[in-house]
């Protein structure tokens, strides 16, 4: 099994900047995808960022321009700075990292999330 334990969440004034991070540990075979999801009240669980093991990156529309998402594969660390934020970007911010094992198949895992507050 892996353990994702979030960290960096808070409270920030609009315009500000946040820093996230998520370690995995456990029993790791291999972590390909690393991914940041978030959700705020009433809305559904949104991608915000991924990396793959290689760096490649890719950022929804909200995201683009503002956060930078980053990894450690030494450390199976995933970060994600944050700029400029927005009331908007409010959230419980989840890590999400896959895990492919071969002869077994996807492995999907998720840490317990951190809670970002932007005020106005």
């Known amino acids: 099994q892996v353990q994702l334990v979030e960290s960096g969440g808070g409270l920030v004034q609009s315009g500000g900047s946040l820093g996230l991070s998520c370690a995995a540990s456990?029993?790791?075979?291999?972590?390909?995808?690393m991914n940041w999801y978030r959700q705020a009240p009433g809305n559904q669980r949104e991608l915000v960022a991924s990396?793959?093991?290689?760096?490649?990156?890719n950022y929804n529309n909200a995201a683009k321009g503002r956060f930078t998402i980053s990894r450690d594969n030494a450390k199976i660390t995933v970060y994600l700075q944050m700029n400029s934020l927005k009331p908007e970007d409010t959230a419980v911010y989840y890590c999400?990292?896959?895990?492919?094992?071969?002869?077994?198949?996807?492995?999907?895992?998720w840490g317990r999330g951190t809670q970002v507050t932007v005020s106005s």
């Open positions: 990396i793959t093991r290689s760096g490649d990156t």
């Open positions: 999400n990292a896959v895990e492919m094992i071969p002869g077994v198949g996807r492995r999907n895992y």
């Open positions: 456990g029993s790791i075979f291999g972590i390909n995808d």
